[in-house]
């Protein structure tokens, strides 16, 4: 499954080569010289690797990455909350979104108490007001309060 | 001249921004190498925000503080979990974990701290030999040089760095690409921008640097849970005996410090490959009896790679310094805090900027010895490390990764391109492909690019036949040729 994964990935990227060197074919030759010859040498490189990660795994020598099941389920849930912390920041800024985000991981993830999650969340809040108010970074207020 | 650049970088380096910038560095070096899962990469990148608006020697009083602190501070885990507090420590675990269940893990702790000192010292006295012999070298280098110099560089770090070679060049190759998006530098055509805005001044460094190895590490330490199992650890006794240690095994200090120097100054080789070579040299200087304690809490199999990992990163800062080729992943970011504090590496660092690169080697020296002291004395309390839940990081670990890609690119599209360069670190982590390629080519791209211009106008194809791009090819040929031997030697 993860060598098909893997193939899948060295296509990706040969598809972006093929894509880089068709695109920059147009160009004149000052903007086109540096991207043609990274395009075409990434385009020969991945075909070289997804060939060879094809070969592998015919003769099913191709032994996965090793991962277990139990590290899969961790790692989805991780890039799941890193999701959470990134949609509630673009959603509703960072003062609100990203405490918010701290205060539901400890609670719903870490499980630690309401007195430690919340306090987490405060001394968040207070970072993000001091580099505002203080230090005059701007920061986005979020798609929903963005004016 | 080398006389006057290296006393105004004493005066400049014991001024109470640039020693405060360094304690603040080495204390957060200290956490980012004891705890598992944290690296002095991850150290730096999430520092690159908030120190481009300081002056070039407080910000790298910090960041090579860090490093520094990060080398030695690494060991306490490789002590006491079997963990390597960082990758340069990997090597130490070998005789470090088997000391600790012997109960001897005072002496080892102690001899390791007391080597790393001796060897980041070392390394820091190279970069300082080093740096005017130098300078005539880098001003021998145009146009043509350079790029191939570029090219050099990039395929050492793709060849050498992953385990799998030819994805590690095509990831540089990536990143090259990447380096390419934005405006035309000849004629100011727009490329790869899709008709956004947000692309035409290129894509932006800090992003995609904390998308491709911070976010990786945030899964990294989610997936880890809790840092170790174990509840007690014997310590024993041993500051005397580990100071002896290190007086009887004092050639081999040396040794194994200039292995950790040559391999940190050879772009893809680092300091966790030297820390191997030497205890690997270890092993073979030992006979009989004691070969056979190699493995079994040995301390001269700590020795060693303690050496050879702090010396690197004195030896990392040769390559960078003086041609703008890093050696590995740490010095491609310190690269890039180079470009974003509008420091040049290369000629400008060995001749108007020479007090720069002189103070970064006494911060070396200092903070190598700071962090020693500092090891030493918090020996014991540093055992509770293994009581913490690495998952109560990651929040904090977020915080700073949205915070720091947002101020440094103030638009929401920056959060979003930080997201899609941590789904691709991740994948490449996941597959073995080396990320440091990637970004290496992305930041030596652009400079790759404007040489090859000014090459072909100056001398068309024939830029390839001078003496220095020909060495460089037949280098390239030979680090092939030894990728392509050591891939057979596994099959």
Redesign the interface.
Known sequence: MSAG??IA?GCA?AA??AA?VF??AD??P??A???L???V??LG??V??VA?DVLRWRKGSGAG?G?RAE?TA??R???G???V??AL??LTG?RLG?PL??LA??RL??R?GWVAAVS?AVV?AA??HV?VVYLY????AG?LFEP | MAFEAFFEALGITFTLPVLGGMLLGLLLGLVFGAVPGLNAVLGIVLLLPFVWTLSPFVAFAIMLSLVSAVHTSNTFPAFFFNVPGSPSAAATILDGYPMARNGDAARGLTAAFMVSAVGGVIGALVLLIALPALQPVVLAFAAPERFMLVVLGILMISFLSGVKPVKGLLAGALGLWLGTVGQDPQLGVARFTFGSDYLLDGLKTVPIIMGLFALPEVVSLAIRGRIAERTHVDMGEGFRPGLRACLLNRWLVVRSAVVGVVGGAIPGIGGTAAAFYAYGMAVQGAEGADRERFGRGEIKGVIAPESANNASAGGELVPLLAFGVPGGATSAILLAAFLILGVNPGPEMLGEKLSLSFSMVIVLVLSNLLATAVCIAITRPAARIAFLRSNLLIPALMLFVLFGSYVAYPHPYTLVLTLAFGVLGYLMMRFDWARAPLLVGFILGPLAENNLAISLASYGAAFLVRPIPLACMAVMALVVFVAVRRGMVRK
């Open positions: 994964r893997e990935l990227v972006l080569f880089v695109t920059a160009w004149q000052e903007t010289t540096f991207p010859l990274i395009g040498t990434g490189l991945s070289w690797t060879g990455d991962t590290d961790r790692a849930a991780a890039f909350w890193i999701a912390f990134f920041v673009l960072f990203l985000a701290v991981y400890y993830e870490a630690v987490a968040c970072f993000l580099a970074l701007p920061l986005y798609v």
